[in-house]
């Protein structure tokens, strides 16, 4: 059904097409914010005053309408130029930018992480493509002279098990604390696991 979809706006009046398909997306952004939930292919389509009918050609379902509105970055760093060369520092860096976008899309997190852990769904959803994996990888990368491949990448999935929206709905949700609290200590969190590789060792197989 996807490749029906792609293939219809790709043809013919592409811009225009493009600017719909954003409109549907816009519109779900808008909707999750504001209701806390996940909304249908129809109500994103009234709200974005677009048939149904037209908005189904784009989202064939409520799914593929939710993958696309979930933030996205090509980023391939969470790095900035002008962080300092050390992992501590680079690490530091890192968290704070993946925080900032979980709590910033903090709506639409919470959504893809519902839809994530329903059963069946596809297996190329957002929150299961490790993506901030790779982000913490990159930020751990001067650990490599004195860590092998495996060892920092099973390093960066403990990060990634303390930072993220999972931590942010328990320490929010369960924990009572602030977001600013809580985005406080996934830091101390990710400081802490780094410390502990660098110690005593990385993380166990």
Not at 63 to 76: K, R, S, Y
Not at 93 to 121: K, P, W, Y
């Amino acid at each position: 059904m996807m490749v029906v979809s792609i293939s219809y706006e790709q043809s013919g009046r592409t811009q225009q097409k493009r600017r719909t398909r954003d409109q549907l997306i816009a519109a779900a952004r808008d909707l999750i914010a504001e209701k806390g939930s996940a909304p249908t292919v129809a109500e994103a389509a009234t709200a974005a005053l677009v048939s149904r009918t037209t908005a189904y050609r784009y989202f064939p379902n409520q799914t593929a309408l939710l993958i696309a509105a979930h933030p996205e970055t090509a980023a391939t760093s969470l790095v900035p130029p002008d962080t300092g060369a050390s992992a501590d520092e680079r690490l530091r860096a890192a968290v704070e930018a993946f925080s900032n976008v979980i709590i910033d899309t903090e709506s639409q997190q919470r959504t893809m992480l519902l839809l994530s852990l329903q059963v069946g769904t596809a297996s190329d959803l957002p929150l299961r493509k490790g993506r901030a994996i790779g982000w913490f990888e990159d930020a751990l990368a001067p650990l490599r002279d004195r860590l092998s491949e495996a060892d920092v990448n099973r390093l960066a999935v403990a990060i990634r098990g303390a930072v993220g929206i999972e931590a942010l709905i328990w320490l929010t949700d369960v924990a009572g604390l602030t977001r600013t609290q809580a985005a406080h200590l996934m830091q101390w969190s990710a400081q802490a696991l780094l410390n502990e590789a660098v110690t005593h060792g990385p993380p166990p197989e």
